[in-house]
C-alpha cells in the first residue's frame, strides 16, 4: 500500500467494552509501533515490534493493553474493560529497518477513541 | 529519566517572517533528531530529521540545527506562509526502539 493505514478511523464505545483497532504498515516495514496521543499532547509511545517480536512495552498503561503482530504485518491493539482515561487517538508508525526509532517513522492516520 | 522539552507552546508570525522551535533532550545515547509537521485531525508527518554527526542541515525554508554538547537542537523556518500553520513536534530516541516525542508547537502564520 501506499502509506500505512488504521482502521476504523473512529471508534464509540461504552466504558466497559473491549475495542481492537487495526494497523496496516507499508509493506516490508520491519518496525512497527504504536502512540497513544491524547488531545493537545504529543505522541506518547506504547509498544514496538520488530517483525513478530514485541520487543519493548513499557509504554503500555496497564495490563488492560495488549497489542500482537503474529505474521510480522498487520497489528492489533486490543484494550480490554476500556475506561474513560483511555480515550485518546491512537496512532501507528512503522519504519523499513529493525532499529525503528532511530529511522524515519511513517504513521496512519489514526483511530479516534471515544470512551462514554 | 528520558525527556524532551520545546519551545514555545505556541509561535504566531507574519507571512513572509522567520520562526524558530528550540528542544532540549536529556539522555546522550540519542543520535537521530526527526521534526514532524500535523495538520489538525491528521497524521503527523515527518518534515526533517537530522542525525548527531551533522550540526546542521536545510531543505528548502526548513532547516534543523544540532547543539549535542549542550543537548538541543532547532527548528528554523524562513518566509512563512500560511500553509505552514499547523502543530510541530520534535522527537528524540534514547533507546534504538523508543521515540519520545516533544509536548509541541502550535505555529499560526498570519496572511
Known amino acids: 500500500g501506499a502509506g500505512v493505514s488504521q482502521s476504523p478511523r473512529y471508534k464509540v464505545a461504552k466504558r466497559g467494552q473491549d475495542v481492537a483497532l487495526r494497523c496496516d504498515p507499508i509493506?516490508?516495514?520491519?518496525?512497527l509501533f504504536w502512540y497513544q496521543q491524547a488531545l493537545g499532547q504529543g505522541p506518547e509511545f506504547l509498544t514496538y515490534?520488530?517483525?513478530?517480536?514485541?520487543?519493548?512495552k513499557s509504554g503500555l498503561p496497564s495490563d488492560r493493553f495488549f497489542a500482537e503482530r503474529p505474521e510480522g504485518s498487520v497489528s492489533t491493539l486490543k484494550i480490554q474493560r476500556t475506561q474513560k482515561e483511555d480515550s485518546a487517538v491512537y496512532l501507528c508508525a512503522s519504519s523499513p529497518v529493525g532499529i525503528g526509532a532511530r529511522q524515519p517513522q511513517h504513521f496512519g492516520d489514526g483511530t479516534r477513541l471515544s470512551i462514554l | 529519566g528520558e525527556n524532551v522539552e520545546q519551545h514555545p507552546s505556541t509561535l504566531s508570525v507574519q507571512e513572509g517572517d522567520s520562526a524558530v522551535i528550540k528542544c532540549t533532550y536529556s539522555?546522550?545515547?540519542?543520535?537521530?533528531f526527526p521534526w514532524y509537521k500535523q495538520e489538525l485531525g491528521k497524521r503527523p508527518q515527518l518534515i526533517i530529521d537530522?542525525?548527531?554527526?551533522?550540526g546542521e542541515k536545510k531543505d528548502q525554508r526548513i532547516a534543523v540545527t544540532l547543539n549535542k554538547t549542550a543537548k538541543h537542537f532547532s527548528l528554523h523556518i524562513t518566509e512563512t506562509q500560511p500553509e505552514d500553520s499547523a502543530v510541530y513536534f520534535c522527537a528524540a530516541p534514547p533507546k534504538a526502539d523508543k521515540l519520545i516525542f516533544g509536548t509541541g508547537t502550535r505555529l499560526q502564520v498570519f496572511p
Open positions: 515490534f520488530q517483525n513478530e517480536a514485541q520487543l519493548d
Open positions: 537530522i542525525r548527531s554527526n551533522v
Open positions: 509493506s516490508g516495514h520491519v518496525s
Open positions: 539522555d546522550s545515547a540519542s543520535n537521530y
